[in-house]
Nanobody
Framework: QVQLVESGGGLVQSGGFLRLSCAAS????????MGWFRQAPGMEREFVATISRDGAATYYSEPVKGRFTISRDNAKNTVDLRMDSLKPEDTAVYYC?????????????????WGQGTQVTVSS
């Protein structure tokens, strides 16, 4: 049974930082590209960042580019999202997701496995 478990969310002031982590089990982690998505209340789930299977390639959405950093550790089956210079508009539930394949994808439909999400709230 595949499980993705996010952690590290919380409440932070504008300009602060958080580090999210996602622990994967039940799959051959190095076969999967990993992504982070987020969903604010009343909004559709949106792409945040993705990292290739070997960690060599990353891709970010425009709103987070230059502030967020995605990384992975295939030995530990984890993928992290370092979020700096947080803004109130970053407030959302953040999800990690796994996609079997190469290249980058921003589409939720291409990700097979999802975590339960972790809440990030940025106060102004």
């Amino acid at each position: 049974q595949v499980q993705l478990v996010e952690s590290g969310g919380g409440l932070v002031q504008s300009g602060g930082f958080l580090r999210l982590s996602c622990a994967a089990s039940g799959l051959t982690f190095s076969w999967y590209a990993m992504g982070w998505f987020r969903q604010a209340p009343g909004m559709e789930r949106e792409f945040v960042a993705t990292i290739s299977r070997d960690g060599a390639a990353t891709y970010y959405s425009e709103p987070v580019k230059g502030r967020f950093t995605i990384s992975r550790d295939n030995a530990k089956n984890t993928v992290d999202l370092r979020m700096d210079s947080l803004k109130p508009e970053d407030t959302a539930v953040y999800y990690c997701a796994a996609r079997l394949g190469v290249g980058s994808s921003t589409s939720t439909q291409e990700y097979k496995y999802w975590g339960q999400g972790t809440q990030v709230t940025v106060s102004s």
